[in-house]
Structures are given as structure tokens and as C-alpha cells.
């Protein structure tokens, strides 16, 4: 079997991009090699794991767990199915957290939740005057985002327990969250590779505030004078959102909209 036949066969089962993204991560060959060098041969351990890939993403398991890394504002992650695979929307949650932080000399910052790490560890690089802790219930998580903040050389305080639990005493100039807020039974949870991610990142099995809920009620015990509280929600949650954060106590509850223009992130400052 050829390149190029490997990759047409592959692309009567599954996306062209998926299919040539695989043949290449199982091969090794760049893009360019695939184009200049079709006839070279696909044997042994390669085809057989371009095979296995190929079959399994023909029954909908995503592209980010077979490779296992997905990229988020231009850096790679490394993903297991312990953690959520990287939504672009979420770049949202960063924007607005990096403008919260210029004004402040050495400030602390928490991401509750942090999965794989790509908020905690796009913080800490990005505003490096930042200190930054890492919270998440799930041990196989920490050690995913641990891994990731190694290889990019993010330094992050991880710490393993339920939301605020691991934070006794300790107060942050921002806290940030992307929590689990699909409502249980919720249609999307059976679509588009969702079944493949781990549902206590995607599912409160409540209504789908019960985090944020939580969340918002705690904050206040947790923030610095004037700190904020951003997190990321729902496409029909934001008035909700804002509502409890308005009868916490926090000034300016407002939303903001991802870059398809859908509700995502709110939050608010005491
Ligand atoms: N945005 C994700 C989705 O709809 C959900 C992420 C989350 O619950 N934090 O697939």
C-alpha cells in the first residue's frame, strides 16, 4: 500500500483533513512528503496504527484522543480522555482574564477545574507576573495538566480536591473557571464525540448551573478587594449567570460573546 492509496481509502471513511492528519502523525511524513512522495510505501507498525486510527474515528472517537494532543492558541497539549479536548470558545475566558491583570503587580490567579490545563497554563505564559494555581477533582487530570505545564514551561501550583476546597483561607486577584455546565440529558452530550469525553467535565447531571452556582456563592470568600470572577457558560446561560452573580454581591455582572457571537463567558468584580 502506498501513501496515496492509504489516504484515499481513508477518505471513504472518515474527513479528508482527519484522514490526512492521521496517515501523517502515523507515519511520520509532513504534509509536503504526502504531496511530493505519494508512491512511497505504508508498511508494518505505521499502516496497522493509520488502520486502527482511521476505524476508530469512523466510529466517532475524536482525532485530539487517537494522536493525543490537540492545539489551543498555537500551543500543543497533550489530551487524554480523563480531560476535556480544547474548545476554541474558551479563548474567550483567557482574553478577558488577561485584561483583568495589567493593573496589578504580582497577581494571584486560580483556574478552578482545570482539566488539561490550557487556562491555567495560557495564563501563567502569558502574564508571566502571574502566580498561578491549578484545581481539579479528577487525579488523572492534575497529572495530564502537570505533564503540559512541564513541556511549556508554564509554572503552576496544582492542587487536587473539590472547587474551593483546596484554596482554605487563601484569597486571588482573579479566579476562573470553564466548569461543567451541560445540563444532564442534554441532546449534545450524545453528539459530536461527546460520549468519548469525560462527563464530569461536560455534565453537572443536574440543570447545568449547579457548578456555577456553587462557584459563584464561594468566590466571594476567595477574592482579593476588587478581584474578579470569570467563568465560561452555556449559550442560554447568561442572564441566569449573571443573576447569581448580582445577588452574591458582585458589581458589574456582565457577559460576553464567543466569536460564533453566542453568550459564553460572564463574571464579575467585588
Ligand atoms: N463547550 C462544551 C460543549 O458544549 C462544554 C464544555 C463544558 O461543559 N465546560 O461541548
Known sequence: MTLGEALAAARQQIDRLDARLLLQY?????????????????????????QDWVARRAAGEPLAYLVGEAEFRGRVFQVSPAVLIPRPE???????????????AAPKVVDLGTGSGIVAISLALESPAATV????????AISVARNNAGRLGARIDFR??????????EHFDLIVSNPPYVADGDPHLAL????????????DGADGLSCIRHIVADAADHLAPG?????????DQGEASRNLLTAAGFKAASTFPDLAGIDRVSGGHL
Open 26 to 50: 502515523a507515519t511520520g511524513c509532513s504534509h509536503a512528503d504526502l504531496l511530493a512522495r505519494p508512491e512511497m510505501p505504508v508498511i508494518g507498525p505505521a499502516y496497522e496504527q493509520f
Open 90 to 104: 474558551t479563548e474567550v475566558l483567557i482574553e478577558l482574564a488577561l485584561e483583568k491583570l495589567p493593573g496589578l
Open 133 to 140: 494555581v491549578a484545581v481539579d477533582l479528577s487525579a488523572e
Open 160 to 169: 487536587q480536591g473539590d472547587w474551593f476546597s483546596p484554596l482554605a483561607g
Open 192 to 203: 459530536n464525540g461527546l460520549p468519548f469525553e469525560p462527563r464530569m467535565a461536560l455534565t
Open 227 to 235: 478581584g474578579w470572577l470569570l467563568f465560561e457558560h452555556g449559550y
